[in-house]
């Protein structure tokens, strides 16, 4: 069966006015995911079908696109796209909600997921992650089927090898403007930790909250399989330290990290996103992963996608991939 797909998904999340502060948008080296994850967490699924390029193992970080923002959700051209950027992997979402009991997801169909993973495989390309999107315009803490749609993740990460998922907590998973839901997240991100224990696979949260904050936010829930996909463009826009957040969170709290700040300027013309300091705060924190380029578009032209992509990307790997 053929899946309706928004033609530009970016605008669907456009359309409900999507901040990255009103939604919410493990640490041994994964042996097939290249994220640092207790070593109980065994990669589940058939790893036969997982390839990492020995180029990209090699490198302490590698650097991502997400299909989504590329226009090409879940689309098998978004990985030549991803290539052509220049870019070491892929975040692919799991598609379209709405009012759907779970997500949109054609990776659920056997015969479309081999297509990504061969092809992936031919172009030396990595599945860095998946990404629940679908819960931007939603309410995590109060979604009734929340339990089969992160099931339903878990289960395509098992069958493509992926160790990290990104799950947004909705409109109203911004704890700093809703805390009276914070003790229906936190039981909520009880059961999905648990879920996820059991896959051996890690689910990144990105919050509202500080450092600190979030610090305590895990000590509630009490999972090593939740952590955080730290965003840098919530502690700038929030006006706080990205060098002291990063510390005060520590190398075995970050899962992930959407290496981006607000559309505007590429990442090379950023004025208050030091990239070299950034690395040396990671170097000396120990640690290593996925970056992942979600936005920092020029606003002359937000729509040039291989422009944009391939700027931050080059840019990127001039900063962190060196030698």
């Known amino acids: ?29 994964a042996v097939m995911g290249g994220l640092l994850l207790p070593r109980s967490f065994a990669l589940a699924g058939p790893t036969s079908k997982y390839f990492l390029p020995a180029a990209v193992n090699n490198q302490r970080y590698k650097i991502a696109v997400i299909d989504l923002m590329i226009l090409k959700r879940q689309k098998l051209s978004a990985l030549q796209l991803t290539k052509d950027i220049g870019a070491d992997g892929v ?28 092809k992936a495989k031919e172009l030396n390309l990595v599945f860095c992650s998946l990404a629940m999107t679908g819960f ?28 990290v998922a990104f799950l947004p907590l909705g409109i109203k ?15 909520r991100l009880k059961v999905v930790g648990k879920m996820a224990e059991a896959a051996g696979v890690v689910i990144g949260i990105e919050t509202a909250l500080d450092a600190t904050g979030e610090k305590k936010l895990l000590k509630d829930i009490g999972s090593p399989a939740i952590q955080i996909y730290f965003n840098f463009s919530n502690p700038l826009k929030a006006g706080r330290d990205l060098h002291q957040e990063l510390k005060i969170l520590g190398k075995k709290r970050i899962c992930q990290i959407h290496c981006t700040d607000e559309d505007g300027v590429w990442l090379q013309h950023n004025t208050r996103l030091n990239m070299p300091k950034v690395k040396q705060t990671l170097d000396k924190m120990g640690w290593s992963g996925w970056l992942v380029v979600e936005r920092s578009r020029d606003a002359k032209q937000p729509r040039s996608v291989k422009e944009n992509f391939s700027a931050n990307t080059a840019y990127l790997k001039s900063v962190f991939q060196t030698g």
């Open 136 to 163: 931007y315009a939603q309410s995590f803490a109060e979604r009734p089927t929340y339990q089969r749609m992160v099931g339903d993740c878990i289960e395509t990460m098992k069958q493509m090898g992926v160790k």
């Open 1 to 29: 069966m053929k899946h309706k797909e928004n033609p530009n998904p970016v605008e669907e999340v456009n359309q409900h006015k999507i901040n990255r502060r009103e939604f919410l948008g493990a640490t041994a080296l």
């Open 91 to 118: 975040e692919l979402d799991m598609g379209g909600l709405g009012n759907r009991e779970t997500f949109e997801n054609q990776l659920a169909n056997p015969e479309i997921r081999q297509q990504f993973i061969d």
């Open 173 to 187: 998973g911004d704890l700093v403007q809703h805390p009276e839901l914070r003790p229906a997240i936190v039981e």
